[in-house]
């Protein structure tokens, strides 16, 4: 099967081992996706020219979406192997722009990806 995050194609920024995407399955608007361009599957598999790409585009994509999207708060996340949530195996960080009201309680943030552990 053909890897859907080495096709940089719809990419919205890019650096030279990093790419930004729009997010296909966004939970909210502006939701992207910062992949390095070399297909691994692990954060952790990472090289440390590949870490400082990746947060600088992190950074960028931030400033964008800051200007496009004027969100009130981010969630930054990867998920690192299936049991952790990871559904796409080739290195991923998403950057989900957070609105005011967009959920009724949203303290403890990512903690919410086990539920009943989130407040606390």
Not at 51 to 80: F, S
Request: net charge positive; charged share 25%.
């Amino acid at each position: 099967m053909t890897c859907p995050f080495c096709d940089h194609s719809n990419s919205f920024l890019e650096s030279n081992l990093a790419v930004a995407r729009v997010d296909n399955f966004p939970v909210s608007p502006g939701h992207a996706l910062v992949t390095t361009r070399r297909h691994i599957s692990s954060y952790f598999e990472t090289t440390p020219e590949e870490v400082k790409e990746l947060w600088q585009l992190v950074d960028k994509v931030k400033r964008y979406l800051d200007i496009k999207h004027r969100p009130t708060g981010y969630n930054v996340g990867i998920n690192v192997g299936s049991d952790a949530g990871q559904t796409v195996m080739h290195m991923h960080i998403h950057v989900i722009p957070r609105y005011k009201g967009d959920m009724e309680d949203p303290r403890g943030g990512v903690r919410g990806v086990i539920p009943n552990r989130q407040k606390y």
